[in-house]
């Protein structure tokens, strides 16, 4: 079965600092896709980045980035010089790119940016 | 362009009440579509998926339904609501198989 693990709940950083924001998966599929969405406090999902299973460069997006460590099951979402825009909560997921149709998300890590 | 559109956004149910959510998306055919719950701070739990009309896919045993009555439509409801049921609905798509989902704008519900 698929998983996504985000074990950060909560992380605070300061205004300009860079910040990583964690996430690990599950799969036994060989080809899926990972991806972050951002949602504010207005709910709305937003997406951020993809990175395909088998992209060989780390996916880039702006100011995000995506730290993708294949042997360990990771794709870290990395945010350069944070805004005060970015406190948000940050999602993780995955879906297989053959077979099932599901999206799985992980539980989410609350960012705070400080200014 | 493709859009996607819940509603209604807010609604405050008695226990016991039925439920109707609706969604519908613009601008492309034939999407994959979800329906997730969000509890307060929690993640997002997939309730259902669909593939074409008609064809529901439940995720998570529940009093909730899914219903797909035409290619761009996709209905969540209950004929009796539960306090647990209360929490954040987003209903999505995915029009390219394998590409991102776009979200609705979402529909608060909290059962009293």
């Known amino acids: 079965a698929q998983k996504i693990t985000q074990t950060q709940p909560g992380m605070f950083v300061q205004e300009k600092e860079a910040v990583t924001l964690d996430c690990t998966y599950d799969t036994s599929d060989q080809s899926y896709g990972l991806f972050w969405y951002k949602q504010p406090s207005s709910g709305e999902m937003i997406f951020l980045i993809y990175?395909?299973?088998?992209?060989?460069q780390n996916a880039t997006e702006g100011r995000y980035s995506l730290n993708f460590q294949k042997a360990r099951k990771s794709a870290n979402l990395v945010i350069s010089a944070s805004q005060l825009g970015d406190s948000a909560m940050y999602f993780c997921a995955m879906r297989a790119t053959s077979g099932t149709y599901k999206y799985i998300f992980g539980t989410g890590t609350r960012l705070k940016v400080l200014a | 362009s493709q859009t996607i559109h819940q509603w209604p956004a807010t609604l405050v149910q008695p226990v016991g009440s039925p439920l109707s959510l609706e969604c519908t998306v613009e601008g492309t055919s034939n999407p994959n579509l979800y329906w997730y719950r969000q509890a307060a701070g929690r993640g997002l739990q997939l309730l259902f998926y669909s593939v074409g009309i008609g064809q529901i896919s439940s995720e998570v045993p529940q009093n909730l339904s899914a219903s797909r009555p035409q290619d761009r439509q996709f209905i969540l409801s209950s004929k009796k609501l539960l306090l647990s049921d209360s929490g954040f609905y987003l209903c999505?798509?995915?029009?390219?198989?394998?590409?991102?989902?776009?979200f609705g704008e979402g529909s608060r519900l909290t059962v009293l």
């Open positions: 999505a798509f995915d029009p390219y198989t394998a590409g991102e989902l776009f």
């Open positions: 990175q395909g299973s088998y992209d060989e």
